[in-house]
């Protein structure tokens, strides 16, 4: 790779706001990029879900076109500043947030924008906006920086090499992520129709309850379920234990998954938990997640691993309904943080006889999703390891 140059940051790009909108503009009209969809991508989706009525002009004024670069200008946090996300494509009559700030190129030459969408969320660059950044009650983007912050950027055409790599990379995780979450959408509608509907096969195949299977009242639940069934506490189906470890554990390079109560991919060296278990955020973002492997957890992260491996399914998903309900204020107010009281009360109507031969497929999408999910791993240790050798001219791309 060639020598590196250096360019101007604010020469190579203008810097604009997004839009101010009402409330009433908000969920309805044309495509609209939001804040938690520059966060949460390298590159702007295919489809923007969200809308926004907007006029003529101000698609006009705040359109999104192949090559913009976009970044969240405010965060309680400054590690959450300046997260970037890249349009490799236009978007017709699409518009974006007013917490957004647009960088559109001034040149086609210098810097490829898929490259660009790595190189703004290398660690490098992300600690030199951290650097940068004005801290009041939140972090903002303080757009003076933009005037004297200076790129280090390879050739153009070895960036479209460097870029091209990454980007495919970065695709085969987001189809694991799409596969996983068909997978898991099959679950879940396996689970509803076997746990709370069922109408698992019976003896002959059948759906039980609609076939007639007999049912009776579970004053646990205050619901019907099958005769032969129970009402069984969470408690006598998994150990429930917590991380032992505080948020200063994460290394940069662990070998290890490190899960909080929050939602970033951290790594650590040392692993204390192996299995199949269910992870809830205690407090946060209150996540339920499932994992299969060595990990780590923070100490109010709960870890819960079922006794039997066809518990796995049904666990997490009664789990994930009932801190659903929890976190919404259904019980009049919204919980500030999760008890081990509030795991116990789950309940999942079981077989007495703990005859679970029909989960096998249950089971098997989820060791195919943990497959997925382990690979995704491998895949973005591979980018990130690439990423500051491509930006240095370490490594070349033939």
């Not at 236009?90 to 647009?102: C, M």
């Not at 100490?299 to 796995?312: C, D, G, H, N, S």
């Not at 491998?378 to 500051?388: N, T, V």
Request: proline content about 4%; overall charge neutral.
């Amino acid at each position: 790779m060639s020598n590196l140059k250096k360019y101007r940051f604010c020469e190579l790009y203008t810097m604009s706001s997004g839009i101010s909108s009402a409330k009433d503009q908000a969920g309805h009209g044309s495509p609209f990029l939001s804040f938690s969809v520059v966060f949460n991508n390298y590159f702007v989706p295919d489809e923007l879900t969200d809308l926004m009525a907007t006029s003529d002009k101000e698609k006009d004024t705040y359109s999104v076109k192949s090559g913009d670069i976009f970044l969240t200008r405010t965060s309680e946090v400054v590690d959450e500043l300046a997260m970037s996300c890249v349009a490799v494509k236009d978007y017709p009559s699409a518009s974006y947030s007013g917490f957004l700030k647009r960088l559109r190129p001034k040149q086609t030459d210098i810097t490829y924008s898929k490259f660009m969408a790595f190189y703004l969320r290398s660690p490098m660059f992300r600690k030199t906006m951290t650097n940068n950044a004005v801290m009041t009650l939140r972090a903002s983007l303080n757009e003076a920086i933009f005037s004297y912050l200076d790129l280090l950027l390879p050739d153009y055409d070895d960036q479209v090499k460097a870029g091209d790599l990454l980007y495919l990379l970065n695709e085969k995780i987001e189809l694991n992520k799409r596969i996983n979450a068909e997978l898991e959408a099959m679950a879940k509608t396996l689970y509803d129709y076997w746990f709370l509907q069922f109408n698992f096969p019976d003896a002959n195949g059948k759906p039980y309850k609609a076939s007639g299977g007999k049912m009776v009242y579970n004053p646990t639940l205050k619901r019907e379920i099958p005769d032969e069934w129970e009402a069984v506490s969470v408690e006598n189906i998994v150990n429930i234990k917590t991380g032992k470890e505080d948020a200063n554990y994460a290394s940069e390079n662990g070998k290890y998954h490190f899960f909080t109560c929050g939602e970033s991919l951290l790594r650590c060296d040392h692993y204390v938990f192996d299995g199949k278990a269910v992870l809830l955020a205690g407090n946060g973002s209150f996540s339920v997640k499932r994992y299969d492997g060595k990990f780590n957890a923070y100490q109010r992260t709960y870890v819960l691993i079922p006794a039997e491996e066809e518990l796995f399914a049904p666990l997490y998903f009664a789990v994930k309904d009932k801190i659903k309900t929890l976190t919404s204020g259904s019980r009049g107010s919204i919980v500030k943080f999760i008890t081990k009281g509030d795991i116990k009360d789950i309940y999942l109507p079981l077989p007495k006889d703990r005859n679970f031969n029909f989960l096998s497929f249950l089971t098997l999408c989820f060791s195919k999703s943990s497959r997925l999910s382990e690979q995704d791993l491998e895949i973005a240790s591979l980018r990130d390891w690439l990423l500051p050798m491509l930006m240095n001219g370490q490594v070349t791309i033939e």
